[in-house]
C-alpha cells in the first residue's frame, strides 16, 4: 500500500487522509494494542482523524485514551504508559495537511517490521472485536505536567533571557510554561495554537522567521522556534541572525563533547571532524537516527532539519528538550559567540528533473557514476561520496521525480570542483 513515509502517515486531507483510513488505523493499531493513548496538534482536521482513529481503536478491542492537543514529544513521553501512542499531527507541513506518528514506549517511532504490520492490517480491514470486548474511552489529561517535568529533572535551572516563536502550534501553552520554569525570562510569539498557522508558516526556516529575528536583534536575545507539532528546533542569535539545525547538530555535538552520535547522509562533515572520527550515518529521516541509536547505543543524534535526539530521555526529537538543553549548554554565553567559533564549510545544492518513466534506468546510472568515484561509498539513502577533502551526495526525491545533489568541502575551491564533478556525472546519468 504505501501509506508510510519516513515520518508516519501524512498526506492533504479529503484527498489522501480521511475518516475512512483513520477509523482502519485505529482498527490495525487496536489488533496489536491494548492500550493507545492519543493526542493531536491545533490542525483544523485534528478531531476528525482523533475521533476516526478512537473510533477505530474501540472497534478492534483496544483500550484509548486521549491527551488532547500536546506537543509530538509530550504524547511520545506519555506513549511510556501505554502499548503505544499516536500522535494526529503532520509536523511542520501546510493546514491542508495532516497524519498519524506511531510511537513505542520508549518514545522511538514505529520501526519497518511495525509499519509493515500495521499496513498488512489495514489492508485486511483491521480486528473487529465483539460488543463485550470494547472500552469506553478515557482522558489522560497529565502528558504536560509529566513532560514538563522530565525536561526540568534532566536539564536543571537555566536563567536566561530568550524569545520563543511557538509558530502557532502545540507547544503555544507548554514551551514558554517550560522556559519560564526553567528560570527564564521569556518573550514569546505567535503563542496561541491556531491550525491555520497564521502567525507563520509552520516550518521554522529562514525565510518564514522574520518577526523573531527582528524582534531578536532589537532586543539583544537569542530565539528559539518550533514547528507545528514541537518536534523541531532552530534558533536566531542576539544579532537576529538565523542559526541553522546544521549548524545546531555542530554545537550540541561540541558543547556536549559526544565521541559518537548519528547523523543523516546529507549532514554536514564538520560533525565528523568535532567528534574526532566518522559518525554514524543513516537515511534520511529521524525515525532512521532513532533505530541507529537505539542498536548502536549512541548518545546523541539530529538531522539539519532542526529535530535533535537525546537517548537519556526517550528516543523521540523533542525541540523543547533540544532547546533547554542548549540554553543550559552555553552557560550564560552569548549563542552569538558560541555558533561564530564552530568551523564554515561551503556546501551547495542543486537539483535536475528527469522523465519519471526512465526512474529506474537513472537510478542504475547513478550507482554506476558514484560507484566509479576514488573515495569511500555510503548507499544508505542514495549515493554519499566521502572525498577526503569533501563529500558529494546523490538521491532521487521521494516526492518528485527529481535528483537532490549535495556537495560540502572545506575550503570554496575543492567544493566548486566537486560541485562541478557532480553536476557532470549527474547529468551524464541522465543522457
Known amino acids: 500500500m504505501g501509506l508510510f513515509g519516513s515520518s508516519g502517515i501524512r498526506g492533504l486531507i479529503g484527498k489522501d ?51 488532547g492537543m500536546v506537543p509530538t514529544p509530550t504524547l511520545a513521553c506519555a506513549a511510556s504508559h501505554f502499548d503505544c501512542g499516536l500522535m494526529v499531527t503532520a509536523s511542520h507541513n501546510p493546514p491542508e495537511y495532516n497524519g498519524v506518528k506511531m510511537w513505542n514506549q520508549d518514545g522511538s517511532a514505529f520501526d519497518g517490521e511495525q509499519t509493515e504490520e500495521v499496513e498488512r492490517l489495514i489492508a485486511q480491514g483491521g480486528r473487529k472485536a465483539g460488543w463485550d470486548e470494547m472500552f469506553e474511552e478515557r482522558l489522560w489529561p497529565g502528558a504536560i505536567d509529566e513532560h514538563i517535568l522530565t525536561i ?127 559518525i554514524v550515518r543513516t537515511r534520511v529521516g529521524d525515525m532512521f537516527v532513532s533505530e541507529a541509536l537505539k542498536k548502536q547505543r549512541l548518545p546523541f543524534g539530529g538531522e539539519p532539519s532542526g529535530t535533535f535526539i537525546f537517548p537519556s530521555v526517550n528516543y523521540c526529537p523533542d525541540g523543547m528538550l533540544a532547546g533547554a538543553y542548549l540554553l543550559k549548554l552555553l552557560d550564560g554565553r552569548p549563542l552569538k559567540d558560541v555558533v561564530s567559533s564552530l568551523p564554515i564549510y561551503p556546501s551547495a545544492r542543486d537539483s535536475f528533473s528527469f522523465d519519471p518513466s526512465q526512474g529506474k534506468k537513472v537510478k542504475e546510472r547513478l550507482a554506476e557514476e558514484m560507484s566509479s568515484l576514488d573515495g569511500e561509498l555510503t548507499t544508505v539513502d542514495g549515493y554519499r561520496v566521502d572525498l577526503g577533502h569533501g563529500w558529494l551526495l546523490v538521491r532521487l526525491s521521494g516526492t518528485e521525480p527529481k535528483v537532490r545533489l549535495t556537495a560540502e568541502a572545506r575550503n570554496r575551491k575543492d567544493l566548486d570542483q566537486i560541485a562541478e564533478m557532480a553536476r557532470s556525472r549527474v547529468r551524464k546519468a541522465l543522457g
Open 17 to 67: 487522509i480521511d475518516a475512512e483510513l483513520g477509523v482502519r488505523i485505529g482498527r490495525a493499531v487496536g489488533g496489536l494494542s491494548g492500550t493507545v493513548v492519543v493526542g493531536k496538534d491545533p490542525r483544523t482536521s485534528g478531531d476528525l482523524l482523533v475521533n476516526a482513529l478512537t473510533a477505530g481503536l474501540i472497534e478492534a478491542g483496544a483500550e484509548p485514551y486521549r491527551a
Open 152 to 278: 526540568l529533572e534532566e536539564v536543571g535551572p537555566v536563567e536566561r533571557s530568550i524569545v520563543l516563536d511557538c509558530g502557532c502550534g502545540a507547544t503555544g501553552p507548554v514551551s514558554p510554561r517550560l522556559f519560564r520554569d526553567l528560570g527564564c525570562n521569556v518573550v514569546a510569539i505567535n503563542a496561541n495554537p491556531d491550525g491555520r498557522f497564521p502567525g507563520r508558516p509552520s516550518e521554522p526556516s529562514e525565510a518564514n522567521l522574520g518577526d523573531l529575528m527582528s524582534l531578536c536583534k532589537a532586543k539583544g536575545m537569542a530565539g528559539i522556534a518550533h514547528d507545528g507539532d514541537g518536534d523541531r528546533m532552530v534558533a536566531v542569535d542576539e544579532d537576529g541572525r538565523y542559526v541553522s539545525g546544521d549548524r545546531l547538530l555542530a554545537l550540541f555535538a561540541s558543547l556536549l563533547g559526544v565521541k559518537d552520535m548519528a547523523a543523516p547522509v546529507d549532514a554536514s562533515m564538520v560533525l565528523d571532524d568535532i567528534v574526532g572520527r566518522p
